[in-house]
């Protein structure tokens, strides 16, 4: 093995250098210099506040200041060349910054660590993604209201173990989606709380001798207040975590509804169609058209669950307070969040493009005895029999009505009263998908109503 170059950054203890393949290893610049503008953020606050505290004097904070600045316009414009011979996105700043402005450069590092550096980095990144999330599933939620509206009339099979159960409105389906990403958002919305702490100022783990305003570090970056404890600060990843959990919900709630898309618009459904621009075709069958964005998102699941895992099973046997295992932080968070990113976006462009084909979700409604609820309601509700009664004599009408091939409301008075001699023609009223619906009018229920109204509350709920 031949020896890299000894890393002037941190080489006083080393007299030679790394092994090759310990600097591969080593170096996280491949992923990490994501963190760059918030590394260049965090490195400002700390020399703003080295200079308010007389640690610094404002002569160098200026020309650190500045440099760094320069650094972020490069690394903005493509310029800046990122080289894992400085191992992270830290390390090359700081060494960039040595070339900028000299010695003065290594004054910056005064009184924090990588430790606390990095922790601070990933926390703002982390706050920055979680937002641009939140946006995404609005959009997302205002894309599925705006349809629920528009299809709050539309008969469609509601079904339990994917069995015809009873007839709801597509518009409701749609509005329970609007709700599991109401939660989605209220996940990150607590993860963005708690992981709003700075760590910056807690150094390796034990804090530092001299006299910094961690307060005034943690309110320059946005932060609510500082970790209240320095080897927690720089060894807690619970923040990371939360995330992952919260992110692998969303996944699991797009995945749901990527599922039914996938199933709504295969042939033996036909419910609903999407058109060429989130569909693909066949290298061999040219009469195919696949759901692939919806197969995707589906898919994208899996690799939510992995992040989550992978985090889990880093940092399970970690004593206090940093470890390079550490390290393997990153990727997992900065993978999930541009999964669900993509798969949000994918999500929404599908709820906007697919076109329901309204008469055949009425005749799915109806076809599969969806109204033989409705009936025993009206036994019981009109003719007065216990609701056990009712339930066997409408799976008797049931069976009738399926001999004969045809629909509940379909079946002769006759053959209705020979079940039950106390159902009167009355009963046709609850028998078509149309009533049932109209009459599921409690609180929540898929009356064309109530599902307009719960668009309005979630209008106000969700986007106001």
């Known amino acids: 093995m031949t020896a890299a170059k000894k890393n002037s950054l941190w ?50 904070g200026a020309e650190i200041s500045a440099g760094l600045d320069q650094i972020r316009s490069e690394i903005d414009s ?17 060494a960039r910054l040595a070339e900028l402005i000299g010695p003065v450069a ?6 924090r660590s990588r430790n606390d550096q990095v922790a601070t980095d990933f926390r703002l990144w982390l706050r920055g993604a979680i937002d641009r999330l939140d946006v995404a599933m609005r959009e997302l939620q205002k894309a ?13 099979p509601g079904y339990t173990h994917l069995q015809i159960a009873q007839p709801v409105t597509l518009g409701h389906h749609l509005l329970a989606y609007v709700e599991m990403l109401g939660r989605d958002r209220g996940r990150l919305a607590d993860c963005r709380r708690r992981l709003n702490e700075s760590p910056l100022g807690a150094a390796a783990l034990a804090g530092t001798s001299f006299a910094i305003d961690r307060r005034a570090t943690a309110a320059a970056l946005g932060f609510d207040r500082p970790a209240a404890n320095s080897l927690d600060a720089v060894s807690d990843r619970d923040f990371a975590i ?48 696949n759901p692939d964005a919806a197969e995707l998102v589906r898919a994208k699941t899996g ?24 390290q393997e932080d990153k990727v997992p968070v900065f993978e999930a969040v541009d999964a669900v990113e993509l798969c949000l976006a994918a999500t929404a462009g599908m709820v906007r493009d697919m076109r329901p084909d309204r008469e055949r979700l ?13 009936l025993a309601d009206w036994l019981v509700r009109v003719a007065g029999l216990p609701f056990r009664r009712a339930h066997h004599a409408t799976g008797m009408i049931v069976q009738r009505a399926e001999a004969r091939g045809c629909t509940l409301a379909a079946l002769p008075l006759a053959e209705l009263q020979a079940v039950e001699p106390a159902i009167t023609s009355a009963v046709y009223e609850v028998l078509d998908a149309d009533h049932s619906v109209a009459s599921r009018t409690s609180f929540g229920g898929t009356a064309p109503e109530c599902v307009r109204a719960a668009a309005r509350e979630a209008r106000k709920r969700f986007l106001g």
């Open 11 to 60: 080489g006083g203890r080393f007299a030679g250098g790394s092994a090759e393949i310990m600097r591969r290893i080593n170096a996280s610049i491949d992923f990490d210099k994501r963190l760059y503008a918030e590394d260049i953020a965090g490195s400002k606050a700390h020399c703003a506040m080295l200079v308010a505290q007389n640690i610094l004097s404002p002569q160098d």
């Open 78 to 94: 493509g310029s800046f060349v990122f080289s894992d011979v400085h191992e992270d996105v830290h390390m090359n700043i700081e």
């Open 106 to 111: 290594g004054r910056l590092h005064t009184a």
């Open 144 to 156: 599925l209201i705006e349809r629920a509206e528009v299809e709050a009339g539309t008969v469609m």
């Open 242 to 289: 939360e995330f992952l959990a919260a992110a692998a919900l969303a996944g699991m709630h797009l995945s749901r509804f990527a599922d039914e898309i996938i199933i709504w618009t295969s042939s033996e459904f036909s419910f609903i169609a999407l058109s060429d621009a989130f569909t693909t075709g066949s290298s061999i069958m040219p009469q195919k058209r």
């Open 303 to 326: 690799r939510l669950n992995g992040s989550l895992i992978a985090l889990l099973t880093v940092m399970k046997g970690l004593p206090l307070a940093y470890g390079k295992d550490l």
């Open 362 to 374: 009425r005749a799915a409604a109806e076809a599969g005895f969806a109204t033989a609820t409705d």
